[in-house]
């Protein structure tokens, strides 16, 4: 079974702060990884993945994410926040092969204060 | 990336009724899926919606309770039957692009059941 952990609830930073949003997945085999944006009465926003590849990845809006397997982890970072960074964030993750649906974690809300 | 719309956007339902969400999606998709999100809460998949034939429920979700429909590649519906205060919730359109890694999401119906 496939299944996603973000550790904190909520993330308080302030402006041009470098922020982390942290990751840890559990899968059989080789993992898809995902994170998504959703601000107020908005549907989801995706920001970046990592298929397979340079562990850095790099996506919208300045984020980044490091694939590390040895921790199994995927957080999510950029180097200076802004106030417009603040919404809730969901990391996901799905079986390398197969067209199947996506495991998402329970969130994490970023609030950058100014 | 896929364009994805749903309707309605929101609606205010009595309990013991019906609604039907639509989803409509501008390209040919593989696979479509249909999330819940409870407030403040995170995503739980209900179903996989198969083309031409009955769709894929998760635990915890039946086809009386959630009946869905694929006619074709790019349109889906689901319904949320004999409702109850406690499906109030969120509901997602999602699709797997025919590339077949990133999943796309609508913006969301926001459903109030009193």
Redesign the interface.
């Known amino acids: 079974a496939q299944s996603v952990a973000q550790p904190e609830d909520q993330v308080n930073v302030a402006e041009g702060n470098p922020l982390t949003v942290k990751c840890t997945y559990s899968v059989s085999g080789n993992p898809y990884l995902f994170w998504y944006v959703q601000y107020p009465n908005r549907g989801l926003q995706f920001l970046l993945k990592y298929i397979t590849g340079d562990n850095l990845v790099k996506g919208s809006y300045g984020f980044e994410a490091e694939f590390n397997k040895s921790q199994t982890s995927f957080h999510l970072k950029k180097p200076s926040a802004l106030v417009s960074d603040s919404a809730l964030y969901f990391c996901a993750v799905r079986v390398h092969s197969g067209n199947t649906p996506l495991v998402f974690g329970k969130g994490t809300r970023l609030s950058v204060i100014a | 990336?896929a364009v994805i719309s749903q309707k309605p956007s929101r609606d205010i339902c009595q309990r013991g009724t019906s609604l039907t969400i639509q989803c409509q999606v501008d390209s040919q998709v593989?696979?479509m899926?249909w999330y819940r999100q409870q407030p403040g809460?995170?995503?739980t998949?209900i179903a996989?919606a198969n083309q031409g034939s009955e769709a894929t429920y998760e635990s915890g979700f039946v086809i009386d309770k959630f009946p869905i429909s694929r006619p074709n590649l790019t349109f889906s519906t689901l319904t949320v039957s004999n409702m109850s205060p406690e499906d109030s919730s969120i509901y997602?359109c999602?699709v797997?692009t025919n590339r077949?890694?990133?999943?796309?999401?609508?913006?969301?119906t926001?459903l109030t059941v009193l």
């Open positions: 990336s593989t696979m899926f809460q995170s995503l998949l996989t997602l999602s797997l077949g890694d990133t999943q796309y999401f609508g913006p969301g926001r």
